[in-house]
């Protein structure tokens, strides 16, 4: 059962071959979730973008979910004008709008990128994950614990700390059930976490 629809992913066809000089790439950095909100908006005012999305299954209880994300989460990929960049700012949708200085790179790898999802390709988006970043664990017995990437592996180790008690215990895990947080001041006395 569709929990989240599949909605346009490129809005022209044509978007590889725009000239680059009158229709250069932009980045949009979106406010959280509001990928697709963006292209909906850009849809009628006729600006290109590009939002790559990738298929999603889970099962809560006895059903079977599919859902479709932005394989980037926060970012939308569009070609325009100066003032077609203006028209995005004044979405209301955006933290900002990234300039791409080697616009042959980016042109490359999201027209490679399509043409992977065009052979039927699964994608599949892998956060990399560097020494300190936070972490929070999103599946299994661990779900809700939090920890800090100590080094990247196939699979990474949490290790939880008692600070009072100076004693560390540990269980490995798959990387795949990490997601990446922000960090928040850690309070006295709370456990520490670290992903090894």
Same mark, same amino acid.
């Given at each position: 059962?569709?929990?989240?629809?599949?909605?346009?992913?490129?809005?022209?066809?044509?978007?590889?071959?725009?000239?680059?000089?009158?229709?250069?790439?932009?980045?949009?950095?979106?406010?959280?979730?509001?990928?697709?909100?963006?292209?909906?908006?850009?849809?009628?005012?006729?600006?290109?973008?590009?939002?790559?999305?990738?298929?999603?299954?889970?099962?809560?209880?006895?059903?079977?979910?599919?859902?479709?994300?932005?394989?980037?989460?926060?970012?939308?990929?569009?070609?325009?004008?100066?003032?077609?960049?203006?028209?995005?700012?004044?979405?209301?949708?955006?933290?900002?709008?990234?300039?791409?200085?080697?616009?042959?790179?980016?042109?490359?790898?999201?027209?490679?990128?399509?043409?992977?999802?065009?052979?039927?390709?699964?994608?599949?988006?892998?956060?990399?994950?560097?020494?300190?970043?936070?972490?929070? *664990?999103?599946?299994?017995?661990?779900?809700?614990?939090?920890?800090?990437? *100590?080094?990247?592996?196939?699979?990474?180790?949490?290790?939880?700390?008692?600070?009072?008690?100076?004693?560390?215990?540990?269980?490995?895990?798959?990387?795949?059930?990490?997601?990446?947080?922000?960090?928040?001041?850690?309070?006295?006395?709370?456990?520490?976490?670290?992903?090894?």
């Amino acid at each position: 059962m569709p929990l989240l629809k599949r909605e346009v992913e490129m809005s022209h066809s044509d978007i590889f071959e725009l000239p680059a000089g009158e229709r250069p790439w932009w980045v949009a950095h979106t406010r959280s979730r509001q990928e697709k909100a963006l292209a909906r908006y850009l849809f009628p005012l006729e600006i290109p973008f590009y939002v790559p999305q990738s298929e999603k299954h889970s099962r809560r209880g006895t059903r079977d979910r599919v859902s479709y994300l932005p394989l980037f989460p926060g970012y939308v990929f569009f070609r325009g004008s100066v003032a077609d960049r203006v028209a995005v700012l004044r979405s209301g949708l955006l933290v900002g709008v990234l300039d791409v200085p080697d616009q042959g790179l980016l042109q490359r790898e999201l027209r490679e990128l399509r043409q992977l999802q065009e052979s039927g390709a699964i994608l599949v988006p892998h956060h990399e994950f560097h020494p300190g970043d936070p972490v929070r *664990i999103t599946e299994g017995p661990f779900t809700g614990y939090s920890g800090v990437v *100590i080094r990247g592996q196939a699979r990474l180790r949490l290790m939880v700390s008692i600070t009072m008690l100076r004693k560390t215990v540990a269980v490995e895990f798959d990387r795949a059930v990490l997601r990446a947080v922000r960090s928040t001041p850690r309070t006295q006395g709370e456990a520490r976490t670290a992903v090894a």
